[in-house]
């Protein structure tokens, strides 16, 4: 099973960047959202990455614009007709993705695989909401999604062999390492980093330390490249809140109980880098 035309539902952070990974490794790729202005501000967002690139000389303006040439954008599902294998990237909510999936799964072709970014929502789960579950996979991509090499790789309760193996392939062929996991709340990395990074906003929501402190204190004394609130700042507070619901929810134990200050930051709309404001200021 050869894929070779990608569709990506959804033109945020993680949605253009899986477009524009996919673009770069010469795949023709078509990159959905809702309205032409977030389809306008992604391909922004892919044209100012790859100028970066350009100017390290780690990527000719040739180069670069053969692979913007490569991604095409539409508001209208039925665009993703032809496309072997459509990725949905949009927000970590268990309702709007269901949706999509059933939307996406009438307008793709029937033996196109439907996989989606979630970094915490069961495959299983979603892949009941369309008529080839046997074909739905999770391909979880880490942000900044051009630079970061991991992928995980989780099936679902009826993803079939030739799925996995074929998701494992286009992983390999965009230069991503794929890693299998099984199917669980949070699956393998954000199950471990999602509670430290709830546990850094304990620990400032108790006064132990500032922002800053707390950052310092992880890097220096754990050689983390980034500290955990600088990084929650990065992800999102509210997919580290959607993502602290789901491990709450799914294993109904305490110790992933979401802190109150991300709940309230959250509920306030400081939501970090997307929005100026966080555990930072940006």
Same mark, same amino acid.
């Given at each position: 099973?050869?894929?070779?035309?990608?569709?990506?539902?959804?033109?945020?952070?993680?949605?253009?960047?899986?477009?524009?990974?996919?673009?770069?490794?010469?795949?023709?790729?078509?990159?959905?959202?809702?309205?032409?202005?977030?389809?306008?501000?992604?391909?922004? !967002?892919?044209?100012?990455? @790859?100028?970066?690139?350009?100017?390290?000389?780690?990527?000719? &303006? *040739?180069?670069?614009? #053969?692979? +913007?040439?490569?991604?095409?954008?539409?508001?209208?599902?039925?665009?993703?007709?032809?496309?072997?294998?459509?990725?949905?990237?949009? !927000?970590?909510?268990?309702? @709007?993705?269901?949706?999509?999936?059933?939307?996406?799964?009438? &307008? *793709?072709?029937?033996? #196109?695989? +439907?996989?989606?970014n979630t970094s915490s929502i069961s495959i299983t789960r979603l892949a009941a909401a369309t008529r080839r579950p046997d074909r739905v996979i999770g391909m979880h991509f880490f942000n900044p999604v051009p630079v970061m090499q991991l992928v995980e790789l989780i099936r679902g309760l009826a993803t079939s062999d030739a799925t996995y193996a074929a998701a494992a392939a286009v992983a390999k062929a965009i230069g991503k390492h794929p890693v299998k996991v099984k199917n669980s709340p949070g699956f393998v990395v954000n199950r471990m980093l999602c509670p430290m990074l709830n546990e850094a906003i304990f620990a400032l929501g108790e006064g132990l330390a500032t922002a800053a402190e707390i950052d310092a204190a992880m890097k220096l004394g754990c050689n983390h490249p980034i500290g955990p609130l600088a990084l929650c700042d990065l992800i999102g507070l509210d997919v580290q809140l959607a993502v602290m619901g789901v491990l709450f929810e799914g294993f109904k134990d305490p110790k992933y109980r979401p802190a109150p200050l991300l709940v309230e930051m959250v509920e306030a709309g400081y939501l970090g880098r997307k929005t100026g404001r966080g555990f930072f200021t940006y």
């Amino acid at each position: 099973m050869e894929l070779k035309a990608i569709g990506v539902v959804g033109a945020g952070t993680m949605g253009n960047g899986i477009a524009q990974a996919f673009a770069v490794a010469g795949f023709p790729v078509t990159m959905t959202d809702i309205g032409q202005p977030q389809l306008e501000r992604g391909l922004k !967002t892919v044209d100012a990455s @790859l100028d970066r690139l350009v100017k390290k000389e780690k990527m000719t &303006a *040739a180069d670069k614009a #053969a692979a +913007l040439g490569r991604i095409r954008t539409a508001t209208d599902p039925a665009a993703l007709t032809d496309c072997d294998l459509v990725i949905e990237a949009a !927000t970590e909510n268990l309702e @709007l993705k269901l949706k999509l999936f059933a939307q996406v799964d009438g &307008a *793709a072709k029937p033996d #196109a695989l +439907l996989a989606t970014n979630t970094s915490s929502i069961s495959i299983t789960r979603l892949a009941a909401a369309t008529r080839r579950p046997d074909r739905v996979i999770g391909m979880h991509f880490f942000n900044p999604v051009p630079v970061m090499q991991l992928v995980e790789l989780i099936r679902g309760l009826a993803t079939s062999d030739a799925t996995y193996a074929a998701a494992a392939a286009v992983a390999k062929a965009i230069g991503k390492h794929p890693v299998k996991v099984k199917n669980s709340p949070g699956f393998v990395v954000n199950r471990m980093l999602c509670p430290m990074l709830n546990e850094a906003i304990f620990a400032l929501g108790e006064g132990l330390a500032t922002a800053a402190e707390i950052d310092a204190a992880m890097k220096l004394g754990c050689n983390h490249p980034i500290g955990p609130l600088a990084l929650c700042d990065l992800i999102g507070l509210d997919v580290q809140l959607a993502v602290m619901g789901v491990l709450f929810e799914g294993f109904k134990d305490p110790k992933y109980r979401p802190a109150p200050l991300l709940v309230e930051m959250v509920e306030a709309g400081y939501l970090g880098r997307k929005t100026g404001r966080g555990f930072f200021t940006y």
